[in-house]
């Protein structure tokens, strides 16, 4: 089969993100993302990110590349998953991101043919708390060829099995359709919100109000404990390398990664050593 004879499953390149946690948990740190995006719930415990930019249609890196990053930066500072969504002409697929693990994605060329591997179907299914039976065996069949399904039939099927873990996307925010489609369609639903960068002021002293209320307050900087000087120094150390790497590449997403885990790592030494000893 030529270029030209495969099937395309949109006019442009879309994406979306999507993250397991309430959009109240969700905008505080979509904000450090420093990128103008639309945020709606979508399901229990779900919330939909429709990015307002097209950076990957403005001569920069592939959609693919600018999702992984966000999704990674997003994931680094939070205690919820964050999936990425991506498509374009040729190819479809999602990145997973879960704290400081290895991100996990699958790809599938615009025919619907599995270009991935057996096991981030396995480790997908665990990081979200999947059914390890009835959504395993869902999932793998995703990774097996069907000349009936293009990739965006395979983003369709991969959504059919979040429905189970209680996702439902709005309608028209759908695999497949275009960036600008996607925009219009987060813009009429009843409770979204724009997100956008407001300063490090108040984008972290926003973000750190949501987090004081969540289950992770012996992490917190303030609290004086040691995991949270271990985890300002892991932040550190993740970050430089992230951050470089990021650079190297001339990757937007991963240079956005590794100065988030820089900041938060820094403002947790900082405050621990500024902090008055008994």
């Known amino acids: 089969m030529s270029p030209t004879d495969v099937p395309r499953i949109g006019?442009?390149?879309?994406?979306?993100?999507?993250c397991r946690?309430?959009?109240?948990?969700?905008?505080p740190a979509a904000r450090l993302l420093r990128e103008r995006m639309l945020l709606t719930s979508a399901g229990a415990q779900w919330s939909v990110l429709v990015p307002e930019?097209?950076?990957?249609?403005?001569?920069?890196?592939p959609v693919d590349r600018v999702l992984t990053g966000w999704a990674t930066a997003l994931a680094v500072g939070a205690p919820w998953p964050?999936?990425?969504?991506?498509?374009?002409?040729?190819r479809s697929g999602y990145t997973l991101a879960a704290g400081f693990r290895r991100p996990v994605g699958y790809v599938w060329l615009a025919s619907g043919t599995p270009a991935g591997e057996d096991e981030a179907m396995r480790t997908f299914a665990t990081r979200l708390g999947l059914d390890?039976?009835?959504?395993?065996q869902s999932l793998n069949a995703l990774a097996q060829p069907d000349p009936a399904a293009d990739a965006r039939a395979r983003l369709r099927g991969l959504l059919a099995v979040l429905t189970r873990a209680g996702l439902t996307l709005p309608t028209g925010l759908a695999p497949?359709?275009?960036?600008?489609?996607?925009r219009e369609v987060a813009r009429v639903q009843p409770d979204a919100r724009p997100v956008e960068w407001s300063g490090w002021r108040d984008a972290v002293r926003a973000e750190l109000d949501v987090v004081d209320s969540s289950r992770l307050g012996s992490w917190l900087p303030w609290s004086g404990t040691p995991r949270a000087r271990v985890l300002a120094l892991a932040q550190v150390a993740a970050g430089v390398p992230l951050t470089a790497l990021g650079l190297r590449r001339r990757s937007g997403g991963w240079i956005t990664a590794g100065a988030l885990l820089?900041?938060?790592?820094?403002?947790g030494l900082a405050y621990d050593l500024g902090r008055p000893r008994d």
Do not use: K
């Open 176 to 182: 497949g359709e275009p960036a600008d489609r996607l």
């Open 82 to 90: 964050v999936l990425a969504l991506w498509w374009d002409a040729d």
């Open 11 to 18: 006019p442009a390149p879309g994406a979306l993100l999507l």
């Open 21 to 27: 946690a309430e959009p109240e948990a969700v905008a």
């Open 53 to 61: 930019g097209t950076p990957w249609q403005q001569g920069g890196e």
């Open 262 to 267: 820089l900041a938060h790592g820094v403002l």
């Open 132 to 136: 390890p039976v009835l959504d395993v």
